[in-house]
């Protein structure tokens, strides 16, 4: 009866930390690099316009569109380096006068509001999710003017 009532507590306990654990694992590691310095690197391939950026199963994921074909890159966090890529679909990317991503998500990092886990081009804006004490910010930037709203 006791193994039971173990078992039975283990699952409960696992049950509720779940929920924790795997929001934990959506943010880079403290020791990663800045998502600005990791972006620039890329930008400096010149592969194409970033549409998306986004933190997921302990690594960058950097979508690069160019030519009416896009690529996700696979980044690691602490060294910057590439993984892997892949094809994926065409995505809507910003307009060719928009400022680079790097400097868009450079001066978000300077705002010192959290963590960046996301950043999507979708309606004409950059929409960045931003984690702080378990608690998730959307903020929105003209791709432009770099200009934020929240």
Known sequence: MKYKNKLL??????????????????LPPTDSKPLSEIL??????????????????GLWELKV???????????????GD????????LDETPPANAK?????????EAL?????TEVEFDDGFWEIDI?????KTKLIVDPITGETKR
């Open 9 to 26: 507590t283990g699952l409960i306990f696992g049950l509720l930390l779940a929920p924790l654990s795997a929001w934990a694992g959506d």
């Open 40 to 57: 620039l690197s890329v930008e400096q391939q010149r592969l194409g316009v970033f549409s998306e950026a986004e933190f997921d199963d």
């Open 65 to 79: 569109c160019d030519s009416g074909a896009c690529q996700k890159l696979y980044i690691a966090p602490r060294s």
């Open 82 to 89: 590439e993984i892997r890529r892949r094809r994926v679909d």
């Open 100 to 108: 680079p991503i790097s400097v868009i998500v450079q001066s978000v």
């Open 112 to 116: 010192g509001l959290g963590v960046i």
């Open 131 to 135: 984690h702080k004490d378990r608690r």
